[in-house]
């Protein structure tokens, strides 16, 4: 199947759809991002790749940063990361406090802001440099050798993030957080502030796609029992409580940010990274959403 002219097509088709969506404002470094960029690239498991628009400028990733710190603390802890944050959906928004108290401090998932909260704490207590030692392993899982984080984009957050601060030093009160809360929450804005390209977050991404293992050379990142697990977190969770109807609509593993990018994965096929900035009222892409779920349509290539 030519999937290269499939998403020329449907690229086409969804730049003439009005965007309602609306750029992410409280993050003031992210309101002035050109509202009408709009990117696609998908990167199979040979390495090869194809990309249309906007899909070689730099956006935030932000809460896509998720998938790789949580990959980093599965891989340092194993199975007993389970027992500091669970895996079911929310069905609360990503900033949530609803459910913390109700589940005494154990997040609903890591892809939440408390679960990638408690994520950044596990990786504090177990590295000997936790922003050091986690940009040098997504420096390596995406051969992007000059990867760093952005101050501007971290500065913007933690001079505003006063959620994120109610939501660590609520966990910190309920026994979830071992670390000073400040330490947790200047590792947690640096992670949200990373940059990439949509070609290289959907290169980066193909180890999900591939059991675990870097395309490029075989090395492995993760477990493929872990690497399957993580999939199935992004199917259920990657989108907070719009992940139901990711699901039903496009069918595939995935992740969204509140920079406008979404990375969605098809295991033994392929990794498809989309960035848009304007979001929905859930948080998530408003033309990213769009185009994935005409994409699979198009192409009939979900894992359902």
């Not at 949200?192 to 990142?221: H, V, W």
């Amino acid at each position: 199947m030519n999937y290269n002219s499939i998403i020329e097509k449907v690229y086409k088709e969804t730049r003439e759809i009005p965007n309602d969506g609306k750029i992410a404002t409280y993050i003031p470094e992210l309101a002035n991002v050109d509202s009408k960029m709009f990117g696609v690239h998908m990167t199979n498991l040979r390495g090869a790749g194809f990309g249309v628009g906007d899909n070689d400028e730099k956006f935030s990733i932000q809460s896509i940063a998720k998938v790789l710190s949580l990959t980093l603390a599965y891989k340092i802890v194993g199975e007993k990361i389970w027992e500091r944050v669970d895996v079911e959906p929310s069905g609360t928004k990503f900033d949530s406090l609803l459910l913390l108290e109700m589940n005494n401090g154990i997040p609903r998932n890591p892809f939440v802001n408390a679960g990638a909260l408690v994520i950044c704490d596990i990786l504090i207590s177990h590295l000997k440099n936790a922003k050091k030692d986690f940009l040098a392993f997504v420096r390596n899982v995406s051969n992007i050798t000059n990867l760093a984080y952005s101050d501007k984009i971290a500065d913007s957050e933690k001079a505003n993030g006063y959620r994120n601060v109610a939501l660590c030093n609520f966990i910190k009160s309920l026994g979830n957080i071992e670390n000073d809360p400040t330490e947790v929450l200047d590792f947690y804005f640096d992670m949200c502030s990373l940059e990439m390209t949509c070609e290289q977050l959907s290169y980066t991404m193909t180890y999900l796609a591939n059991g675990g293992r870097k395309i490029s050379d075989g090395s492995k990142i993760i477990k493929k029992a872990q690497s399957k697990r993580m999939n199935a977190l992004m199917l259920t969770c990657g989108f907070y409580d719009e992940s139901g109807e990711f699901a039903f609509k496009v069918g595939l593993p995935g992740k969204s940010g509140v920079g406008g990018g979404i990375v969605a994965i098809y295991p033994n096929h392929y990794s498809i990274a989309v960035w848009s900035p304007p979001l929905n009222p859930n948080g998530n892409s408003f033309l990213g959403m769009k185009f994935l779920e005409d994409f699979t349509t198009h192409s009939d290539f979900t894992i359902f």
